[in-house]
Nanobody, 123 residues
Framework: QVQLVESGGGLVQPGGSLRLSCYPT????????MGWYRQAPGKQRELVAR???????VYADSVKGRFTIARDNAKNTVFLQMNSLKPDDTGVYSC?????????????????WGQGTQVTVSS
C-alpha cells in the first residue's frame, strides 16, 4: 500500500524558517503532481503549493515570495521551504501526491494524502 511520509514541522518564531519534506512508500511506479495543503484551526483546508513532475509550480497568493516548493524526482520527494513565517501560517500541513502504483499501472494515478504535520508560528 502507498503511504506518504512527512517530516519537518514544529514550532518557530515569527520570521523564522522551516522545511517540510514528504515522500511515498510502497510499490511505486511513478509520481505525478505533488503538493502541500494546510488547515488552520477553524478554517477550511487550503492549497499552499503544488508542483508537477516537470517542475511547474502553483502557489497560494498568501505564500508567494516566502515559500518555495521543489522536488527530487529520483527520490520521489517533495520539499516545502518556508521562510519569513507568520502566525497566520500556523496549521496542519498535509502532503499530497498523485501516485501510480506498480500493482495498478493500467488504472493510472491515484491521489494520496499524508497524515499531516503541525506547523506553529508563535513568539
Amino acid at each position: 500500500q502507498v503511504q506518504l511520509v512527512e517530516s519537518g514541522g514544529g514550532l518557530v518564531q515569527p520570521g523564522g524558517s522551516l522545511r517540510l519534506s514528504c515522500y511515498p512508500t510502497g510499490s511505486i511506479f511513478s509520481v505525478d503532481d505533488m503538493g502541500w495543503y494546510r488547515q488552520a484551526p477553524g478554517k477550511q483546508r487550503e492549497l499552499v503549493a503544488r508542483i508537477t513532475r516537470g517542475g511547474n509550480t502553483v502557489y497560494a497568493d498568501s505564500v508567494k515570495g516566502r515559500f518555495t516548493i521543489a522536488r527530487d524526482n529520483a527520490k520521489n520527494t517533495v520539499f516545502l521551504q518556508m521562510n519569513s513565517l507568520k502566525p497566520d501560517d500556523t496549521g496542519v500541513y498535509s502532503c499530497t501526491a498523485e501516485v501510480v502504483s506498480i500493482t495498478s499501472i493500467a488504472e493510472g494515478s491515484r491521489g494520496y494524502w499524508g497524515q499531516g504535520t503541525q506547523v506553529t508560528v508563535s513568539s
